[in-house]
Nanobody, 117 residues
């Protein structure tokens, strides 16, 4: 089992920046993919960014260049730096982890990000 705790959400004006943090506990040595998803009201949950244990990152084309995922293995943590935020970025952001070889998927409780125009 893996437990995830996010922090760092809040209210920001358009054009501003926020940094989200996720700290993992439990069976952390089994985590091989870490990431962030988001869900806006009335929409499906969507990928924001992932990073593998080896450091490979993945972003949807629409977010590349504004959002950056990073990790700190010593702290069992990963982060999402969000720059040039837009009102469309308003959503609940969820921390995500995937384990291997037993394939499990874990989610944090979510943190609200609201971007005002």
């Amino acid at each position: 089992q893996v437990q995830l705790v996010e922090s760092g959400g809040g209210l920001v004006q358009a054009g501003g920046a926020l940094r989200l943090s996720c700290v993992a506990s439990g069976n952390i040595f089994a985590i091989n993919v870490m990431g962030w998803y988001r869900q806006a009201p009335g929409k499906e949950r969507e990928l924001v960014a992932t990073i593998t244990r080896s450091g490979s990152t993945n972003y949807p084309a629409s977010l590349k260049g504004r959002f950056t995922i990073s990790r700190d293995s010593a702290k069992n943590a990963w982060y999402l730096q969000m720059n040039s935020l837009k009102p469309d970025d308003t959503a609940v952001y969820y921390c995500y982890a995937k384990t291997f070889p037993y394939v499990g998927e874990y989610w944090g409780q979510g943190t609200q990000v609201t971007v005002s125009s």
